[in-house]
């Protein structure tokens, strides 16, 4: 019954290692969403996918790869992880509508630790 | 900056007190929505409303939007230990983009 769903939940490794976490939501939306949130709690957009193609990135750093194999899975590839990429990372979902006017539904998030 | 900012950033209350907490926004809108975040959990939906509305009512929330002054306000009456939470508002401008604040913490003291 989980609505939007992020794997794994916690994530801890080693600086320079390359990690992905998952996500899938089962509401049928058409867009889909990675979020940062760091340790001050700021919540900040990274990327957006409608239906399979990337519509927003917002200067992330290219050493994270957002994939999106169909319209349900939204995944985050992260290489050569960094001490700055320490935070929690949120998946989240909403129906298309292109004015932002739908609301937004959230994973659980994935507290990634880089040592 | 794009982001809602909230006041206060911090808020303590006796349970059954209302609460209300502010944000604040520079650019135009399409519409306001507040957001819920549970210790350790992901955001939790509350309540949209539209640039072109000024009050929204939901159960126990109740939101406000001043346009004129690009603020908003979200007010919980009679509050519960279960609402000890942050709080946080989203501005959005179009094109499936949220810009979030950093958000109110909230305490209800049983």
């Known amino acids: 019954d989980t609505a939007v769903s992020q794997t794994p939940k916690y994530l801890v490794t080693q600086m320079g290692n390359d990690k992905s976490i998952k996500c899938e939501q089962n509401?049928?939306?058409?867009?889909m969403y990675w979020y940062k949130q760091d340790s001050k709690k700021f919540l900040k957009i990274m990327f957006s996918y409608n239906n399979k193609e990337l519509i927003i990135n917002e200067t992330v750093p290219n050493r994270f790869s957002p994939k999106s194999p169909d319209k349900a899975h939204l995944n985050l590839h992260i290489n050569s992880l960094e001490l700055g990429d320490s935070a929690v990372y949120f998946c989240?979902?909403?129906?298309?509508?292109?004015?932002?006017?739908?609301?937004?539904?959230f994973g659980p998030g994935t507290r990634l630790t880089v040592l | 900056s794009q982001q809602g900012e909230e006041d206060p950033q911090a808020l303590s209350i006796q349970e059954g007190e209302n609460a209300t907490m502010n944000c604040s926004y520079k650019t135009s809108i399409n519409n306001l929505q507040w957001y819920r975040q549970n210790s350790g959990r992901g955001l939790v939906h509350l309540i949209l409303?539209?640039?072109?509305?000024r009050e929204k009512h939901s159960g126990r929330l109740r939101v406000t939007l001043d346009t004129s002054k690009k603020s908003s306000s979200l007010l919980i009456t009679a509050s519960r230990a279960a609402d000890t939470a942050s709080y946080f508002c989203a501005i959005s401008q179009g094109a499936q983009k949220l810009v979030f604040g950093q958000g109110t913490r909230l305490t209800i003291n049983p």
């Open positions: 989240a979902s909403s129906r298309g509508g292109g004015l932002g006017d739908n609301e937004q539904f």
């Open positions: 509401l049928g939306h058409d867009t």
């Open positions: 409303i539209r640039s072109n509305e």
